[in-house]
């Protein structure tokens, strides 16, 4: 089972970033995917969640920022980002998780300077 997380990048406070997880090893469509995130000094917290019949949930941060989507053909979650804040700054991992089998993709960092 293969999570990879990409997109992350430099960008400036208010601007944007399109977040990418990619998988492979797991039955896509069968999955919860989440994007979480861990800052320095911080405890990993979710950011956004998508389940199988494409219901979301968003962080309370995030909420009107952030948008979460998935494409079942191509085994692929999105996290499309704007308004970026310097708190938004940390590691973005994405997870998926099904019937309690959770894995792990190395994470993206993002970095929003003021």
């Known amino acids: 089972v293969q999570l990879q997380a990409s997109g992350g990048g430099l960008v400036q406070s208010g601007g944007s970033l399109r977040l990418s997880c990619t998988t492979s090893g797991i039955m896509f469509g069968r999955y919860t995917i989440g994007w979480y995130r861990q800052a320095p000094g911080r405890q990993r917290e979710v950011v956004a969640i998508?389940?199988?019949?494409?219901?979301?949930d968003y962080a309370d941060s995030v909420k009107g920022r952030f948008t979460i989507s998935r494409d079942n053909f191509r085994d692929e979650v999105f996290l499309q980002m704007t308004n970026l804040r310097p708190e938004d700054t940390a590691d973005y991992y994405c997870?998926?998780?099904?019937?309690?089998?959770?894995?792990w993709g190395q994470g993206t960092l993002v970095t929003v300077s003021s």
């Open positions: 998508i389940s199988s019949d494409f219901n979301t």
């Open positions: 997870q998926s998780e099904h019937r309690g089998r959770v894995f």
